[in-house]
Nanobody
Framework: QVQLVESGGGLVQAGGSLRLSCAASGRGVSRYAMAWYRQAPGKQRELVAP???????NTADSVKGRFAIFTDNAKNTMYLQMNNLKPEDTAIYYCNAKFKPCVECDEYNYWGQGTQVTVSS
């Protein structure tokens, strides 16, 4: 079992910055691939930025150059640094952790409770 707790959301003006945190706890959490997702009102949840257990990262085209994902392995914490925020970034941001022990195995998939980010114009 893995527990994920997000923090750092809030209200910010366009052009501002926020840093989201996701504290992970549980057995074997360091083996998990992690990611940030977001879901805006009336829209499907979308992948924002993943990071695998080897530290390789990526970001969605919509946030490339503005958002960065990174981890502090000593603290088992994942971060999302969000700069130059735009109103269209307004959404609930979720932390996700996935791990599949083998090809034939079921995938372990955990979500945090989400943190609201609101960007005003």
């Amino acid at each position: 079992q893995v527990q994920l707790v997000e923090s750092g959301g809030g209200l910010v003006q366009a052009g501002g910055s926020l840093r989201l945190s996701c504290a992970a706890s549980g057995r074997g959490v360091s083996r998990y691939a992690m990611a940030w997702y977001r879901q805006a009102p009336g829209k499907q949840r979308e992948l924002v930025a993943p990071i695998n257990s080897g530290g390789n990262t990526n970001t969605a085209d919509s946030v490339k150059g503005r958002f960065a994902i990174f981890t502090d392995n000593a603290k088992n914490t994942m971060y999302l640094q969000m700069n130059n925020l735009k109103p269209e970034d307004t959404a609930i941001y979720y932390c996700n952790a996935k791990f599949k022990p083998c090809v034939e195995c079921d995938e372990y998939n955990y979500w945090g409770q989400g943190t609201q980010v609101t960007v005003s114009s």
